[in-house]
C-alpha cells in the first residue's frame, strides 16, 4: 500500500536506462477492515492406505571396460583451387611531369 510522500519511478530494460518520472501520493492510505477467517469444515474423504512397496530389483554386475588403445592419425593431403600468379606491367620510368606555366596578374591599384 503506498504511503503519504514523493516517489521516483525509474524504469531499466536489461543495464539499460529508458526513462524515469516522479510523482506524490497524498492524503491518508484507507485502513483495512478485518475479514472474517472461514472455519475448516470435516469432510468425508478418507485416506488410503499406503500400498505395498514392490522388492527392490537385483543390481546387474559391472561389465568390463576395454582398455583404451592410442589412435595414431596421419594427415590427410587436401587440395585447394589456387590461381597461378598473374604479370602486372609496371613501367620503368614515370611519365613526365608538365613545367608550371606563368599566370599574368595584374598588380593592384590604388
Known amino acids: 500500500m503506498w504511503q503519504q510522500g514523493e516517489y521516483e519511478v525509474q524504469i531499466f530494460v536489461g543495464l539499460s536506462w529508458k526513462t524515469s518520472g516522479r510523482f506524490t501520493v497524498e492524503g491518508q492510505p484507507p485502513t483495512a477492515v478485518p475479514s472474517l477467517t472461514p472455519t475448516p469444515t470435516r ?37 585447394a583451387n589456387t590461381h597461378a600468379p598473374t604479370f602486372t606491367l609496371t613501367p620503368i620510368t614515370p611519365p613526365a611531369t608538365h613545367a608550371p606555366t606563368f599566370t599574368a596578374t595584374r598588380t593592384p591599384t590604388q
Open 43 to 79: 469432510t468425508s474423504t478418507s485416506t488410503l492406505a499406503p500400498s505395498l512397496t514392490l522388492r527392490p530389483s537385483d543390481t546387474r554386475v559391472p561389465s568390463q571396460t576395454p582398455t583404451p588403445r592410442a589412435t595414431y592419425l596421419s594427415p590427410t593431403p587436401t587440395r
